[in-house]
Structures are given as C-alpha cells and as structure tokens.
C-alpha cells in the first residue's frame, strides 16, 4: 500500500505540493484571516452605553468615533512615533550594516551578527524592564549625568511637557529610547543583506567612470540597497504602531494605538471600539506598502 501510495504520489508533484502547501494555508486562512474578519466584524458593532452590552446591528457609529479630536491625537502620536523611531533606526542602522558588508573581516563580522542578535535572544519583557531601570530617576542615566554635571540639562529637558516628564523612565522620550533599542536589530539585518547583493564591480565601474564615493553611494550603493531599508522599516513602523508593552511601562498619560485597544477592550469592555482602532493599523500598513511599491522598493526583492 504504500509502494503504491508513494509510486502515486511521484507521479503526481502537484498534489504533494497541494499536501505540503495545505496545513500553512488552513492555518493563514482560518486562524490569521479569520481573526481579522472577526475583529472587522465586531468593528461595525457598538456598544450601549446604557447595558454595556454589545449591540450586534450593523453601524458606523463607532468608527465616527475614532474622528474625535482625541481618538485622532492617538493615532497621529503613534503614526509619529513609529516614523520617528523607523527614520532613527535607518540612521543608526546604515552605517554599521555597510560596514558589516563591506569591510569587517569574517571573524569582526561574526562578532557583529552576534553583538546585533544577541538581545533578540533573551525575553522581549526582560530587555523591557531592564531599560526601566536604566532610565529611572535612581538609573545609570541620571547617574552618569550627575557625575558629568549635565543634571541640569537633564532636568531642563524633561521640563519638556512634550517629549519630558518625570523621569526618563515616564516619557515620550524613553518610549522612544526602548522602541529604537528593541527593534533596530530588525532594521540592521535587511540592510546589511541589501548591502551584501550589491556588486562590487558596479561600485568599481562607478569609480572608474569618475563619481566620486558620494555620488557613488547615492546614484549605485542607496537605490540597490533601498529594498532592505523598507524591509527593515515595515517591521519597524508595524511593530512600533501596535505595541502596547513599552507605552503602558514607559509613557506618561498620552495613549498609543495598541494601549487603547487594550485599554478599551480590557478596561471598558468596548470591544466593537478596540476593533475598529485595530483596523487602523492595517489600513496605515496597506497604505504604507502600497507607497513603498510605487516607489519600486519592491522590484530588487
């Protein structure tokens, strides 16, 4: 029978392609698009304010209440944050991924790839809560500047009532500090892969027909490489919008998207409400890739 069975089986490739392929697809379908058409649906839901039942009738109620100046101040501080942390990122992360393709022997670059990765390998709330206690006011930050005389200048900056507070710890700035330290590695090793397919011989011909290493970088090394910077950015920027570890134990008063999905489905219970701010981090997303795709950020993939 299973002579058969395997004798069968050769003879048909597509099939053992459809076998193989069919537990991925059953789980993609039912588990991550069904979740995602139940949050859609919940989504046209609302809630009764005066039962706190959810009403099963189909409105738009609730998305006009993501138009509230304070629902949009959520999503305008989450969509910066993301772009601030994906463009610091791409700043920190370029130079050291060049170099890592470039010029670091094999032994340095080992190093490197285990220097980048080795964060990753610990648990995501350990490296959380210990930047906690890196940016307390008793921290190593506030020490240090202490010790270098430049307390004051910490102090006049945390008086900021946009980006300070409290404490390091308590603000949009260490918000900002922890998201660009937890998801740089991300934006590190698809920049540094872009890098690596870059043919020296293209940089050479540059060079030989006179640009000089500028121009080099921007006509040659930056337009190959720009398929690992938007790889790099669409895990930063999706993953920074839908966090809601970091803002809960960093920021101040100031709701991100994914605390008030929590906030409103944990807290409140208005699940239509969390449904519908869930739907506007895929809809920013598709709206992100799709420019990313007009740009051609897509054709060197």
């Given at each position: 029978?299973?002579?058969?069975?395997?004798?069968?089986?050769?003879?048909?490739?597509?099939?053992?392609?459809l076998l193989l392929l069919l537990p991925p697809l059953i789980w993609f379908l039912v588990i991550y698009i069904g979740a995602l058409l139940t949050m859609l649906v919940?989504?046209?839901?609302?809630?009764?304010?005066?039962?706190?039942?959810?009403?099963?009738?189909?409105?738009?109620?609730?998305?006009?209440?993501?138009?509230?100046?304070?629902?949009?101040?959520?999503?305008?501080?989450?969509?910066?944050?993301?772009?601030?942390?994906?463009?610091?990122?791409?700043?920190?992360?370029?130079?050291?991924?060049?170099?890592?393709?470039?010029?670091?022997?094999?032994?340095?670059?080992?190093?490197?790839?285990?220097?980048?990765?080795?964060?990753?390998?610990?648990?995501?709330?350990?490296?959380?809560?210990?930047?906690?206690?890196?940016?307390?006011q008793e921290g190593i930050v506030s020490w240090f500047a202490r010790i270098v005389h430049l307390d004051g200048l910490l102090s006049w900056y945390l008086s900021s009532?946009?980006?300070?507070?409290?404490?390091?710890?308590?603000?949009?700035?260490?918000?900002?500090?922890?998201?660009?330290?937890?998801?740089?590695?991300?934006?590190?090793?698809?920049?540094?892969?872009?890098?690596?397919?870059?043919?020296?011989?293209?940089?050479?011909?540059?060079?030989?027909?006179?640009?000089?290493?500028?121009?080099?970088?921007?006509?040659?090394?930056?337009?190959?490489?720009?398929?690992?910077?938007?790889?790099?950015?669409?895990?930063?920027?999706?993953?920074?919008?839908?966090?809601?570890?970091v803002p809960s134990l960093f920021g101040n008063s100031s709701f991100f998207i994914g605390k008030a999905v929590l906030t409103y489905e944990g807290t409140s219970g208005?699940?239509?409400?969390?449904?519908?701010?869930?739907?506007?981090?895929?809809?920013?997303?598709?709206?992100?890739?799709?420019?990313?795709?007009?740009?051609?950020?897509?054709?060197?993939?």
């Amino acid at each position: 029978m299973w002579r058969r069975l395997s004798t069968y089986l050769y003879l048909h490739p597509r099939l053992v392609l459809l076998l193989l392929l069919l537990p991925p697809l059953i789980w993609f379908l039912v588990i991550y698009i069904g979740a995602l058409l139940t949050m859609l649906v919940n989504s046209f839901f609302y809630l009764d304010g005066f039962t706190g039942q959810v009403v099963r009738q189909f409105t738009l109620q609730t998305y006009a209440k993501l138009l509230i100046p304070t629902n949009l101040q959520i999503f305008f501080r989450t969509v910066a944050m993301a772009l601030a942390v994906t463009i610091a990122s791409i700043i920190i992360a370029f130079p050291l991924s060049y170099y890592m393709a470039r010029f670091a022997s094999r032994r340095m670059k080992t190093f490197l790839y285990l220097a980048v990765t080795l964060p990753l390998w610990s648990s995501y709330v350990v490296r959380v809560y210990s930047w906690k206690l890196i940016l307390a006011q008793e921290g190593i930050v506030s020490w240090f500047a202490r010790i270098v005389h430049l307390d004051g200048l910490l102090s006049w900056y945390l008086s900021s009532k946009l980006l300070g507070g409290p404490s390091l710890a308590v603000s949009i700035t260490g918000v900002f500090i922890v998201f660009l330290y937890i998801w740089l590695p991300y934006m590190i090793l698809p920049i540094q892969t872009a890098l690596e397919r870059v043919p020296k011989s293209l940089i050479e011909a540059s060079g030989d027909l006179g640009a000089k290493p500028a121009q080099t970088f921007r006509n040659v090394i930056l337009p190959l490489a720009f398929p690992g910077v938007i790889a790099g950015s669409i895990f930063t920027f999706s993953l920074t919008l839908g966090d809601f570890i970091v803002p809960s134990l960093f920021g101040n008063s100031s709701f991100f998207i994914g605390k008030a999905v929590l906030t409103y489905e944990g807290t409140s219970g208005n699940i239509p409400l969390a449904a519908a701010f869930t739907m506007g981090p895929i809809v920013i997303m598709v709206v992100y890739l799709l420019i990313a795709r007009k740009l051609g950020a897509f054709d060197a993939l």
